[in-house]
């Protein structure tokens, strides 16, 4: 079984913008996620739902036409319908049969659906007001030194290749 634990992390001005993104964020993640798990095993339950549906249509069609010849055929009996109430019995049997193998199968499916679902626990969660970070004094003072040294030098070369550029032309 693998564990890995996510972090997620947002940074703005406005507290409860923050808190609000990560939480949704986190929420669509985990239903993205879960619905990516699941899709096969929702893919057979809903084949094996639609399979049920259907048989059980036709066992009520079945049944249907079965007690229609009985109540058309009482008292007289005649060979053809005989055999015709057979046949309809049959296909009433075998219908049900099948309905029940069909049931039997799509209760499986719910139960391993409900096992592929992802086990996706939050361990914390943000809480207002959010810590607010500050840079020390000389953190920002040494980070404004290096930026102002980088746009400082991209200068000085960049006026000396243009200086350069036009001295030779």
Known sequence: LESNIISVRCQSKNGLFTKVLVEKLVSELIDYYTYTQTAKARH?????QNRA???FNELKSAE?????HRDSNFGVMRAE???EGLQLKREVEILNVMYSEIIKH??????????E???INII?????PLEVIYFSIYVSIFLFGFAGAI???????????????LEES
């Not at 057979?44 to 094996?48: A, H």
């Not at 914390?124 to 207002?128: G, K, Y």
Request: glycine share 2%; aromatic share 10%.
């Open 44 to 48: 057979t339950l809903n084949f094996i």
């Open 53 to 55: 549906d259907s048989v």
């Open 64 to 68: 249907m036409s079965y007690a229609r």
């Open 81 to 83: 319908g005989l055999l």
């Open 106 to 115: 799509l209760e499986i499916s719910k139960v391993t659906l409900l096992n």
């Open 117 to 119: 679902r992802p086990l």
């Open 124 to 128: 914390d969660s943000p809480r207002l």
């Open 151 to 165: 746009f400082a030098s991209i200068y000085i070369v960049f006026t000396s290749l243009i200086r350069n550029a």
